[in-house]
């Protein structure tokens, strides 16, 4: 168990998550980020920091990107680490991370964005604070009520919810 006083890290990259719609444009964008908004709500009271990497929607994540990600994940201080990501990518970018020993990563996304009431992503967010205290270190994937390890899950468009894959090997 992480003692209550270890500080976890928070990488922001955007996401269906942090979208906000813009009434005007009819359309959604990637906006500034809701999580310690979401953690205050939550009433959080272990110390944690937020740092945004990038603003955008997985699907426009590039190689250089997920390196500035890894690269961040590996040159943190912390050890326990939740990165809010758009859900269409983040095993591609959970695959690059585990490469990474000795860290605790926990990638979280939503289905819907954070500022609607009927969003998954304050759910969500809290089993990733969960699951980064108490797993192992390696990458986990947080989604759909349900903690998986990153090489075994899949994002399933069809039933909207991500589901276990058979291991490979």
């Known amino acids: 168990m992480l003692p209550a006083d270890t500080p976890i890290l ?3 990259t955007g996401g269906t998550i942090d979208k906000i719609y813009f009434d005007a444009l009819s359309d959604y964008q990637v906006g ?3 999580m310690a908004k979401l953690l205050d ?5 272990r110390p944690f920091r937020i740092e945004e990497v990038v603003r955008k929607d997985s699907l426009e994540l590039d190689d250089v990107d997920r390196a500035d990600i890894r690269d961040r994940v590996a040159a943190a201080p912390e050890s326990h680490i939740i990165i809010t990501h758009g859900t269409d990518t983040m095993t591609d970018t959970a695959k690059l991370l585990s490469a990474i020993g000795g860290k605790t990563i926990v990638l979280v996304g939503a289905l819907a964005p954070a500022r609607f009431g009927e969003s998954d992503a304050s759910f969500n ?5 969960a699951t980064v205290q108490t797993a192992a270190p390696g990458v986990y994937i947080t989604m759909s009520g349900s903690v998986f390890r990153a090489d075994n899950v899949v994002k399933d468009r069809a039933r909207g919810a991500f589901v276990s894959v058979e291991p490979k090997g």
Do not use: D, N, S
């Open 125 to 129: 967010l809290g089993m990733a604070f």
């Open 32 to 34: 500034e980020t809701v």
């Open 41 to 45: 709500i939550a009433r959080v009271k």
């Open 10 to 12: 928070i990488l922001t």
